[in-house]
């Protein structure tokens, strides 16, 4: 297994060929720039291999988007560990909740068309088939636009999908949460305008457009999103279960939660889990496709023509139905890092203080055995989608797109407010190792490395924002209070570490 640990193989397909310059998330800054939480602001980044390892992803893929086109697409490590079969910019990936934005962009250009009607009440729209509300009754106020932006207050319904020995459920047993079905049925249990992410929901849309269009839903998002973004390999998988797609990454979980590198990581029994519903969870895709159909978008919000959506309707997608969801990025946890908001088929994130220009459109995933993120800057015109086949790997994926935010320099990503503060450590002369832990990354040794300096103490300069930490240093193994800072605290484990208060900067009038 330590052979397969570092047995990266590296596959390149280049959309187009652009010189490096300031400004561009080249293939070669993303990779050796990724990093941790609040790193040190020396420290240019580890390379992706090596936070693969860390994180124990065995396959990833990485498409970048830069000028409305996308740029290069990346595949690392492997896609199949029993057959040794690497990861290409070809594999498809299962997409899980990635698959909503297509079918959001598809009932946007169906509405377009006057083939749906996103804002008359949705059971117009079924045949044979109606929401109801949790007593029973029909849900007339419901609209699919509300559905687009999960504020038709329907039941949180999430589909585990299929696996095993299990049979594939029809939509409607879905729909109304009847076996083979393994779901509540979809029904609304709250007031329209009360934002609750809901599987079901898309379910629901998908049931609308087959209704409305007389074809399958497959067959039109084929037809009207699909093939005109260029996404041939793009596909909706029906099994059977125990199967993949042809050229398929094999999916996996982390059984033992303290293994830390790919020799702890198990195959889920299964392979992929089956999901009768494509238009929430059910679609396989590779980076580079899905790459080109956010590109098209960004493309359109930007005011080009002949896309996928029209740039009016394009750039609704930036509005808003709801603020004040729960924060998504695991690189940024606090609450008011982010205004969180959502909108037509994508979170909408903004820094507070930040102008309307600067929003960035994003969506994550995850489902057995893979999970994704895609993240789109439209004032930048460039964005990235990374899929892994891990369950477990979105804090690889959101280190990916902050390294490419760094690069692209999109304007409004990376806090504004962080400040250099400047650490050392004395009387540790002999030691061999010594790195910064804190409340600021999770108390993990290693991860921040200092420098001893030629009097013998160890330094480390790191950007934090405002806020108070808890901090100390691992000396070769073992925790150390800061020397130096007489102000201490103790942690809920009982531990005793120093205390550090990063103050506002204040502005000079």
């Not at 640990?5 to 959309?15: E, Q």
């Not at 049931?207 to 037809?223: N, P, T």
């Not at 160890?458 to 073992?478: C, H, K």
Request: glycine residues 12%; negative net charge; aromatic residues 8%.
């Amino acid at each position: 297994m330590v052979g397969l640990v570092r047995r990266w193989v590296v596959l390149i397909a280049f959309a187009g060929l652009h010189g490096a310059a300031l400004g561009q998330a080249t293939p070669r800054a993303v990779e050796g720039g990724l990093r941790a939480g609040w790193t040190a602001s020396n420290f240019e980044g580890w390379p992706i291999q090596e936070r693969m390892s860390h994180h124990g992803v065995a396959g990833l893929q990485v498409a970048v988007i830069e000028n409305g086109q996308v740029a290069w697409t990346r595949a690392y490590g492997l896609a199949d560990r029993d057959r040794e079969r690497a990861a290409e910019a070809g594999t498809l990936f299962q997409l899980g909740h990635l698959s909503m934005p297509l079918a959001a962009v598809l009932a946007m250009d169906l509405h377009e068309a006057g083939v749906l009607d996103l804002d008359s009440g949705a059971n117009s729209q079924f045949r044979g088939w109606r929401i109801r509300t949790g007593i029973g009754e029909s849900a007339d106020d419901v609209t699919l636009r509300s559905v687009l932006s999960h504020t038709a207050g329907l039941e949180g319904v999430r589909f585990s999908g299929a696996s095993g020995e299990m049979l594939v459920p029809r939509l409607i047993d879905k729909l109304e949460g009847r076996p083979p079905a393994n779901n509540p049925p979809v029904r609304q249990v709250r007031p329209s305008g009360v934002w609750t992410f809901s599987s079901g929901g898309y379910a629901a849309l998908q049931r609308a457009i087959g209704d409305a269009s007389g074809v399958a839903y497959e067959r039109v998002l084929r037809d009207r999103v699909l093939d005109p973004a260029g996404m041939s390999r793009t596909t909706h998988w029906l099994g059977p279960v125990r199967t993949l797609p042809a050229g398929a990454a094999q999916g996996h979980v982390m059984r033992d939660p303290d293994a830390g590198d790919l020799a702890g990581v198990s195959w889920f029994e299964g392979d992929a889990h089956v999901y009768r519903a494509s238009a929430a969870m059910g679609m396989w895709s590779t980076a580079g496709e899905y790459a080109s159909f956010a590109a098209g978008l960004l493309r359109a919000m930007n005011g080009a023509e002949g896309e996928l959506l029209d740039p009016a309707t394009a750039r609704g997608l930036l509005e808003p139905a709801a603020w004040d969801v729960a924060p998504i990025d695991p690189l940024r946890p606090s609450a008011d890092d982010w205004l969180v908001g959502w909108g037509e088929g994508f979170s909408i994130l903004r820094r507070p203080g930040a102008g309307d220009a600067e929003v960035f459109l994003v969506h994550r995933a995850q489902t057995p055995g893979f999970c994704g993120l895609v993240v789109l800057s439209p004032s930048s015109n460039g964005g990235v989608v990374v899929l892994a086949n891990q369950f477990e790997g979105e804090a690889l994926l959101w280190e990916v797109a902050h390294a490419v935010a760094r690069a692209g320099e999109w304007h409004g990503f990376e806090r504004p407010d962080l400040q250099d503060v400047h650490l050392w450590l004395r009387d540790f002369e002999e030691a061999e190792s010594v790195s910064l832990v804190g409340s600021f990354n999770d108390f993990t040794p290693g991860q921040m490395v200092c420098e001893q300096a030629l009097d013998g103490t160890w330094r480390i300069t790191i950007a934090l924002p405002p806020g108070t930490y808890q901090y100390g240093f691992m000396v070769d193994g073992e925790f150390v209070g800061d020397t130096r800072n007489p102000i201490t605290e103790r942690g809920p484990d009982g531990v005793v570490r120093s205390r550090l208060v990063v103050q506002p900067v204040r502005e000079v009038e």
